[in-house]
């Protein structure tokens, strides 16, 4: 767990997962999922604020999920949190759920409540983080949501005390006594296991089947490096036709693997460490599907042909 910022450092955002180092760098991708459990951080806030005491309070039957999303799965995570709003007895207001859609991520989903500067009030409720990939899988839908919901309720628990240390970088165990002892309620009634201190966690998900490019080339010592991305804009269209014309392959692909590390046009390569990994890109190289780039982005003596 990393400590979190001092209130008048800032801290913009919660770690974007898209940034995710690639798999050759275990420790700090270990470090980054352990992160990512619960980010907690506390802003400086440069705007007005409000006046005191409190920010708009959510009504009680606000929409749950903010953002886009089907009617159907919205209802789904709306029922989901009224269970377990239920089930773990509490009584505050409702989370906000949004659904995210990273490739490369650690994670399922992850819950975080802002706390504001000193003398500022705390964000009215939780915000739920949840991936898409989970939808249309109960049953893990149902524990990532249970997992977060115990941590809603362990922040909407937090006294003045509580936050102050927070404030000064003091951060609670997010998985200490507090979580156990909501997961055991959770468990009571859906089964041992069900929600554990790593059930938010990538491992409990199905694969991928969304395609996404992978630019493949030659990099040092006869290795092959790869960069990725889920879409081509001009600018990494562009490099990848450089790329291409100097011995690179760009292919389309599902598996996530690859899904991790520099982005296609940064400039950086990511190359595999462990032999199998460097047998599995040099396979995609060879005979993964290529993809075709538009011809706008190819170089203008090709294009003008
Ligand atoms: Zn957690």
Same mark, same amino acid.
């Given at each position: 767990?990393?400590?979190?910022?001092?209130?008048?450092?800032?801290?913009?955002?919660?770690?974007q997962?898209?940034?995710a180092?690639?798999?050759?760098?275990?420790?700090?991708?270990?470090?980054?999922?352990?992160?990512?459990?619960?980010?907690?951080?506390?802003?400086?806030?440069?705007?007005?604020q409000?006046?005191?005491?409190?920010?708009?309070?959510?009504?009680?039957?606000?929409?749950?999920?903010?953002?886009?999303?089907?009617?159907?799965?919205?209802?789904e995570?709306?029922?989901?949190?009224?269970?377990?709003?239920e089930?773990?007895?509490?009584?505050?207001?409702?989370?906000?759920?949004?659904l /995210? $859609?990273? =490739? %490369?991520?650690? !994670?399922?989903? &992850?819950?975080?409540?802002?706390i504001?500067?000193?003398?500022t009030t705390a964000a009215?409720?939780?915000?739920?983080?949840?991936?898409?990939?989970?939808i249309g899988?109960?049953?893990?839908l149902?524990?990532?949501?249970?997992?977060?919901m115990?941590h809603?309720?362990?922040?909407l628990?937090?006294?003045?005390?509580?936050?102050?240390?927070?404030r000064?970088?003091?951060?609670q165990?997010?998985?200490?006594?507090?979580?156990?002892?909501?997961?055991?309620?959770?468990?009571?009634?859906m089964?041992p296991?069900f929600?554990?201190?790593?059930?938010d966690?990538?491992?409990?998900?199905?694969?991928?089947?969304r395609?996404?490019?992978?630019?493949?080339?030659?990099?040092? /010592? $006869?290795? =092959? %490096?790869?960069? !990725?991305?889920? &879409?081509?804009?001009p600018?990494?269209?562009?490099?990848a036709?450089?790329?291409?014309?100097?011995?690179?392959?760009?292919v389309?692909?599902t598996?996530?693997?690859?899904?991790?590390?520099?982005?296609?046009?940064?400039?950086?390569v990511?190359?595999?460490?462990?032999?199998?990994?460097?047998?599995?890109?040099?396979?995609?190289?060879?005979?993964?599907?290529?993809?075709?780039?538009?011809?706008a982005?190819?170089?203008?003596?090709?294009?003008?042909?």
């Amino acid at each position: 767990m990393q400590p979190l910022p001092a209130p008048w450092l800032g801290q913009p955002q919660p770690p974007q997962p898209q940034s995710a180092p690639g798999p050759g760098l275990g420790a700090l991708a270990a470090t980054l999922a352990l992160a990512a459990v619960i980010v907690l951080y506390a802003a400086a806030d440069r705007e007005p604020q409000p006046a005191e005491p409190e920010r708009r309070r959510r009504s009680a039957r606000e929409p749950v999920v903010v953002g886009r999303a089907d009617p159907s799965t919205a209802r789904e995570i709306e029922r989901l949190i009224d269970k377990y709003m239920e089930m773990l007895r509490i009584s505050g207001p409702r989370p906000i759920v949004r659904l /995210r $859609d990273n =490739l %490369g991520r650690r !994670w399922l989903g &992850r819950a975080w409540r802002k706390i504001g500067a000193p003398g500022t009030t705390a964000a009215a409720t939780t915000t739920i983080e949840l991936q898409r990939a989970i939808i249309g899988h109960q049953r893990t839908l149902e524990r990532v949501v249970a997992h977060e919901m115990i941590h809603h309720r362990d922040f909407l628990s937090m006294d003045d005390l509580d936050k102050a240390r927070l404030r000064l970088g003091i951060r609670q165990e997010g998985h200490g006594e507090q979580f156990l002892q909501g997961a055991a309620m959770v468990n009571a009634q859906m089964g041992p296991g069900f929600v554990t201190i790593k059930s938010d966690q990538e491992d409990v998900l199905a694969t991928n089947t969304r395609l996404f490019f992978v630019l493949i080339q030659p990099a040092m /010592r $006869d290795r =092959l %490096g790869w960069t !990725w991305a889920a &879409r081509l804009s001009p600018t990494a269209s562009q490099w990848a036709a450089r790329k291409i014309a100097q011995g690179a392959r760009l292919v389309s692909t599902t598996d996530e693997r690859w899904a991790a590390g520099p982005r296609i046009g940064h400039g950086r390569v990511a190359i595999p460490e462990d032999a199998e990994n460097v047998e599995r890109l040099k396979a995609l190289y060879d005979t993964g599907t290529p993809v075709a780039l538009p011809t706008a982005s190819l170089p203008a003596a090709q294009a003008a042909m």
